[in-house]
């Protein structure tokens, strides 16, 4: 029994010469064990580099083992097969249900125990207690020796609560990972492996207490443990200077061990000591820098290297003279240099930037990816960019990162099935669940389930129980047996779909919502039913399948361990807290506990690959070139953290006032890392490249580590290369990058550029694409009349609201009118909804009025109120088929609703009241006026416009033999009267319906003139009356009154445009004096109306009639020939943009920074220059028209003459055949058609 120390600097060749002895002496001794102790994570690629140094390539009596996998080796030796082991998981959903238990006999953690993981930082000092030997008996002696109440003693006593009670629950049932060594030790005399064993550590920089105690154990039962430290062979590594010598981690566990064994009178060999001078083959053999890093990295006496000294011997500060061999150029010396250090902009482009290194050196100094690490203190910075850049660099990696499995699909199928439940079947968790992929559903299925529950408010249980049967007004079709049919499903087979889903989580819902309720073992129980039921299990095997044809194994190990890994969370949970009684939300915390502490264990995907990782945990072999990025404060060193439950303070107070030996500081962290850094600098045999960022990811500046300052100081000829992104993007290696580079630099007189894109003109299809996306312009292409023909016929019936949409961008008419694409169909209550209702409630009220002997001017208040209720309850139920009823907020609209719609017709009534007009004609439908010139437009023989609409309200008023015509149009929104809206084709509506109105009035009263009186827009509102005390007495409740009456009469004003016609005004308001207030008119003191009346002569309403008319015919030939342009009027307005609501803006492209594509504004004239304006128009349209027809014309002609032409030559005789090289006639002509 004996104990060996091997010892040696970094790159010294320890683990060969190690590995070599084992090799030479299992040979020898082939009925002797050697067994290889590594870290967890190191344990493959040990096994692969010893199979690899014997002759054979295989090892029989040699193992390669974690301390925790020799402890199951013995295990299995002795039969110990009972022993069940508590992880991490498991740790969490015990301390869940102690602390619950123990809750009231907690004083610190009591009121933060439910917090977000809080039970996650207790699992954290409870582990570290364990790894530390800090039992319960010895916390509670500690606790003892406390004499002051304080926090810390308060803190202390919880723990030792929920430590106590932890034990209490394990005890006969499990143990934790921190025991399976206590358990070793406890059995390790037993073991014949053990007692014809040698034991080798290596790779360890230190052992916990734990791990040294079995050590302590080992010694006495094995023939030998050699051990293995990385340390300077010039150090005395029996003393140590305290924390802050680089070496004090290997040299305090070179202190342990020796001290055991001589404790143990165990027998303690000479220490080899490996030193780089006595080394010819060790790793920097072939690197002055290198080597020169390895021996001066972080020690006392301060050491530069200089190129210029051919030899490796370091000089003292005080001594050193840089000279620079005139004979190296500057940029060949930069091609020499083995250490390189590089700035950039971000993490990402560190990444980039280290991707460029490593395809340059791959391609010209023919490195493989495998001779490549990169590494950095914080993986986590780098590994969102990963996947992305190293994929568009072509580069093969691995990351050396633990895996999450909460994000994968099957995960999210148990959480979405919880939500089902948890939810009562909403729209969002179901269709959550079934996107997940694993239905027996085909997508298809899907998609038409999703449109038809959205259009429906399918959103609940009893919705998806009760059978469907109202069919979507939109995407219906019918097929042969005159069938509806809903994107091609019938009814009946949506309800199959409907059936199967309502079905699939019913027993779920039913165990989690018993009133007497489940218990979590059967709540699991019903989950994995439901994971049976959809074959789960089969599905993740067929997809890993997939995965591993295509080469990803990454992916396919990942989908192949999944289902075991949930499978063995339910057991677990079930066995743990089976007989638990929850809520569905506190099971669902339980499993998203044990879901987010799981991870899925990867592997090297490919055997030539870039490893990516820690410096820290990431095991590095046979690295020919390190990469390390991310050398910037907050990562290297690490920043400090709060200690956890436990501060910082309160640890040293424990460590230096109380002796207790717990895991590092973050003081002895900063020198700890030291350590590392040191270890992973020194790992390249070739080449360090260094870089830090400027700016992280969020673009907030940071700072460069301490370390970079350190390396400068050693290398004083090392210079700083700053890589800026666009320096990175011309670093292009792979047809990704160099397509990338050419589309974002705009130097087309770049050399760069010129020569990647003459390089790849051969490469078509690429370059077709480059050229179409870098040059790319608009142009306005019209589609042909044929096809404009198909897509709208030859005779459209349109809304008036459909041209001007036409003329506010002819593109967004052309998706929506010609190509029918349309917004996905929602049961909600929109505003256009609640538009259609106060409209139709206004028709209904205007009915009762006109059915009954009352008036609008006699009925009562009380009448008024009571029909208005009624006539919006009954236009309400017409939108019951969406749910209009089924939330509280809804149904307050619905009470709002009413409330406005009393308002507004106490409102009408009034201004009815106030003038001559009567209300005439109620929502009069133009398909009533078939014969109305207005709304019908010949604009060829064959091709006809006909305008649909309804007219809100018409009122007229008599005077002698003159009829006014006036027209009110209800809006639910702020619609303003705009004369260049109106010029522009924006706010056609109201001038189409005076100019039917007119033409309905005048065979009506064919023995009046009849005279246009107006045209008004009303808006339906509750507007917010500010009342000014200064100017009204509150304390009289009848001024009061009346003067909120008065402000309320002014806000509901319609606006428009009134015919100046003194009569025709005061038909409108028959008492007003100064100001009105039911019409858009008021009066100066000398009688005459103000500037600011909305009212023109009956001329220009005449001219502006006139030109609408004109103007709705020339852009009607411009849809019908085919005019499709990108063209929004006033996209940039922050008042009417016409991009902003248009729900095509992601298709068409529209991009004024693009040439070719442009936007009209808005005229900006006075009226009466519009109104001139228009009377030019109107001739031009007429010429526009005349033209259109003869054109029109001209095309039929045509189209008659060559269908008699094919007439007559069927008819003739045929002749003699001419001759095959008889050549044609009127060559010259050829291709005209």
Known sequence: ?????????????????????????????????????????????????????????????????????????????LGINNIRILEDTGKSLVLRKVAQEEKKNLTVFAPNINKIGYIEKIKSIL??????????????NLISRMENESVLKSKLSDILVLYNGFYRYLEGKYITTEDVLSKLMYNADKSEILKNSEIFLDCYT????????????????????TVSFTIDSKEDYLHTSGIQDLFNMPKKSISKLLNMARENNINVEETILLGIEDNNKNRFINSNELRFLEQNLFRHHSHKFSSSDGNLEPKQEQNIVIQENEDISQEQKELNSQIKMFVCQSPRSELANACCIINKLVRNEGYRYKDFAIVTGDVEVYSNYVEEVLGKYEIPYFIDQTKKILFQPFI????????????????????RFLRCGFSDLSTKDIDVLDNYALATGVNNASKWKKRWAYMPKNSITVDENDEKLYFNYKLSELNDIRKYIYNLFLPLKECFLKKN??????????????????????????????????????RAKEYGQIYNIVIDLFEKIADLLGDEIVTTKEFEEILDAGFESANVATIPAKADGVIIGDIERTRLNNVKCLIFIGVNDGIIPVSASSGGIISQFERSVLEDEFEMELAPSTRDQFFIQKYYLYLNITKPTDKLYISYHTNDAESNPVRPSYFVATIKKMFPELEEIAMSDEKINKEFSTMKTAIEFLVHNQDYEDTTWLTLCKSLMDENDIMDSFFRAKFYRYFNEPISKLVAEALYGKKISMSVTRLEKFVACAYSHFLKYGLLLKEREKAEFRSLDIGNIYHDALKRYGDKIEESDFSWRSISDEMRNKWSDLSLEEAVLNYEDIGIFDSAENRHVVDRMKRVLRQTIWALTYQIKSGKFEPKDLEISFSQTDDIDAINFALSEEKRIRLNG????????????????????????????????????????LVVYLSSAMEINAKKYDNFQVIPGGILYYNIDDPRIEINESEIDLSNKEEASKALEDDILKALKPNGLLNDDKDVIESFDLNCESGSKVAPFSYKKDGNLSSTSSATSQENLEVLCEYVKNFINVNSQD???????????????????????????SICGYDKSIIGFKSRNLTKMKNDEIYEKMKVDIEQMKYDSKKFLEQEKGLMLAEESKVLENKTSENKEPENKEPENKEPENKEKEGDN
């Not at 582990?127 to 509670?140: A, G, I, R």
């Not at 230190?206 to 443990?225: A, E, H, R, W, Y």
């Open 412 to 431: 999210e199928l148990i959480r979405a099935a919880i939500e089902v439940v948890k939810t009562n079947y909403s729209y969002e968790a179901v269709f």
């Open 206 to 225: 230190g052992f916990t207490p734990s791990q040294n105690k079995l050590i302590g154990k080992l010694l006495k039962i094995v023939d030998k443990i």
């Open 1119 to 1145: 849809i019908l020939n085919g005019k499709i342009e990108v063209n929004p009027i006033d996209a940039d307005s922050k008042t009417s943009p016409s991009c902003s609501y248009c729900p095509f803006s």
């Open 127 to 140: 582990s570290e207690f364990m790894q530390y030997q800090v039992t319960p008996d010895t916390l509670e």
């Open 1 to 77: 029994m004996s104990l060996q120390l091997v010892l040696g600097n970094s790159g010294s060749g320890k683990t060969t010469f190690m590995y070599k002895k084992i090799i030479k002496e299992a040979n020898e001794n082939i009925n002797k064990n050697y067994l290889i102790i590594v870290p967890e994570q190191f344990t493959m690629a040990t096994q692969k580099e010893i199979v690899e140094a014997t002759n054979n390539k295989a090892i029989m009596n040699i193992d390669v083992l974690s301390f925790d996998r020799l402890a199951y080796r013995i295990f299995d030796e």
């Open 517 to 554: 309720k489940n218990n979590i073992k059967e709540q699991l129980t019903e989950l994995f039913k439901l994971c049976d039921t959809l074959s789960v299990e089969e599905k993740l095997k067929n997809k890993a399948k997939e995965y591993e044809d295509a080469g990803d194994l990454v």
């Open 950 to 989: 309804k007219i809100d309200r018409i009122d007229v008023a008599q005077n002698d033999d003159k009829i006014y015509v006036k027209v009110i149009d209800y809006k639910s929104g702020k619609q303003k009267f705009d004369l260049v809206k109106i010029y522009e084709g924006l706010q056609l509506q």
